[in-house]
């Protein structure tokens, strides 16, 4: 079992940035790819980013490229998303996953819990 917990949501003003940190615990001595996905009101969840158990492969949706990073730090079991130059469209509850694919999947063996992100124009 692994667990994932988010942090780092929150309000910030169109153009503004914030840093969400997932971190994992259980059994996190697997290699496990992690990704972040979001879901807006009355939109589905989709895929925001990707990286491998290595950090040397990463996917981005094409909404988000070059604005949002994301990084991981195996040492610390935690993986990061930057977001900067935030756009109201970017609102949404944001969920952590890990998978246990080099390329995290639609549909990842665990999610987080979420954490609200509120983008204001």
């Known amino acids: 079992q692994v667990q994932l917990v988010e942090s780092g949501g929150g309000l910030v003003q169109a153009g503004g940035s914030l840093r969400l940190s997932c971190a994992a615990s259980?059994?996190?001595?697997?290699?496990?790819?992690m990704g972040w996905f979001r879901q807006a009101p009355g939109k589905e969840r989709e895929f925001v980013a990707g990286?491998?158990?290595?950090?040397?492969?990463?996917m981005y949706a094409d909404s988000v490229k070059g604005r949002f990073t994301i990084s991981r730090d195996n040492a610390k079991s935690t993986v990061y998303l930057q977001m900067n130059r935030l756009k109201p469209e970017d609102t949404a509850v944001y969920y952590c996953?890990?998978?246990?694919?080099?390329?995290?999947?639609?549909?990842?063996?665990?999610w987080g819990q979420g954490t609200q992100v509120t983008v204001s124009s």
């Open positions: 996953a890990a998978d246990s694919v080099v390329i995290i999947r639609s549909q990842p063996d665990y």
């Open positions: 259980g059994r996190t001595s697997s290699r496990r790819s």
């Open positions: 990286i491998s158990w290595s950090g040397g492969f990463t």
